[in-house]
């Protein structure tokens, strides 16, 4: 191979990680920016949404509470790759919906939420559900839930915890 084609394959192959590190710069800001809370509440169909995570207790008007983002509920932690997907698939069938303009039965769809809130997001934060001084009813739930004893999901029991109100607010639409 003669110097004047090594050089042309250093420089593609120098223009093609440049191109790919822009890329994935590019991407990265995309994925950082839609995981903001004014991205997910830029749509109307998601108004509601807004207003009852706003005065729910991890919402952005309660004090002293841990701040959760639409991301820490409504996407997965177990990886890049099944975050990603997720966060894929469900912005497709989101835009697709709002495009279409798709009404949604939500009251019916909250029977559903299980599909669509992960727990990994509640185990972030909450480590040690059996701590010192909690209720015994709540220390029995949560001990059963830790040795795997019932099929019930931190959403099973605490089902207002995100949107507070969301049924009656639902309801009055």
């Not at 701040?67 to 409504?74: E, G, M, P, Q």
């Not at 909690?134 to 029991?157: M, Q």
Request: hydrophobic share 35%; aromatic share 6%.
């Amino acid at each position: 191979m003669s110097r004047k084609q090594n050089g042309s394959i250093i420089l593609g192959l120098c223009i093609g990680l440049c191109l790919a590190v822009i890329l994935a710069l590019v991407a990265a800001a995309k994925i950082h920016s839609s995981n903001q809370i004014e991205f997910c509440t830029s749509c109307h169909e998601m108004k509601t949404f807004y207003q009852t995570w706003r005065t729910a207790a991890h919402g952005q008007a309660n004090k002293g509470a841990v701040k959760a983002r639409c991301v820490d509920c409504h996407l997965p932690e177990d990886g890049l790759l099944t975050y990603l997907g997720t966060k894929a698939k469900a912005g497709a069938k989101d835009y697709l919906a709002h495009v279409s303009a798709k009404k949604v039965d939500w009251v019916a769809k909250r029977n559903e939420r299980e599909t669509y809130t992960y727990e990994t997001g509640c185990k972030k934060c909450h480590k040690q559900l059996v701590a010192p001084g909690i209720p015994i009813k709540a220390f029995l739930a949560h001990r059963a839930y830790e040795l795997g004893e019932t099929d019930k999901t931190c959403i099973s029991c605490h089902q207002n915890i995100g949107h507070g109100d969301l049924l009656l607010a639902l309801n009055n639409q």
